[in-house]
Nanobody, 115 residues
Framework: QVQLVESGGGLVQAGGSLRLSCAAS????????MGWFRQAPGKEREFVAT????????TYADSVKGRFTISRDNAKKEVYLQMNSLKPEDTAVYYCNAAGQRGYWGKGTLVTVSL
């Protein structure tokens, strides 16, 4: 069983930065691709970024490309999302994911970006 716990959300002004963390448990979690998704108020959950099990490959949504960076530390079983140049439209609950959309999900952490 895999459990994911996100942290690092909060309130930040536009142009600011936040770093989200996802602590994972489970013996095989280091073999999974990991990702971040987000859900804004009144909208469906959307993809933000993914990273392969060995950090060899990363993908990003066009809306965050060049501003967000996903990384992982398999020894610590943690995944990170560094978010720079934040915009009000980045406001959402951010969810950590393991093993794809049919895999495992955390409960989310709220990011609010003010003008």
């Amino acid at each position: 069983q895999v459990q994911l716990v996100e942290s690092g959300g909060g309130l930040v002004q536009a142009g600011g930065s936040l770093r989200l963390s996802c602590a994972a448990s489970g013996r095989t979690v280091s073999t999974y691709a990991m990702g971040w998704f987000r859900q804004a108020p009144g909208k469906e959950r959307e993809f933000v970024a993914t990273i392969s099990w060995n950090s060899g490959s990363t993908t990003y949504a066009d809306s965050v490309k060049g501003r967000f960076t996903i990384s992982r530390d398999n020894a610590k079983k943690e995944v990170y999302l560094q978010m720079n140049s934040l915009k009000p439209e980045d406001t959402a609950v951010y969810y950590c994911n393991a093993a794809g959309q049919r895999g495992y999900w955390g409960k989310g952490t709220l990011v609010t970006v003010s003008l």
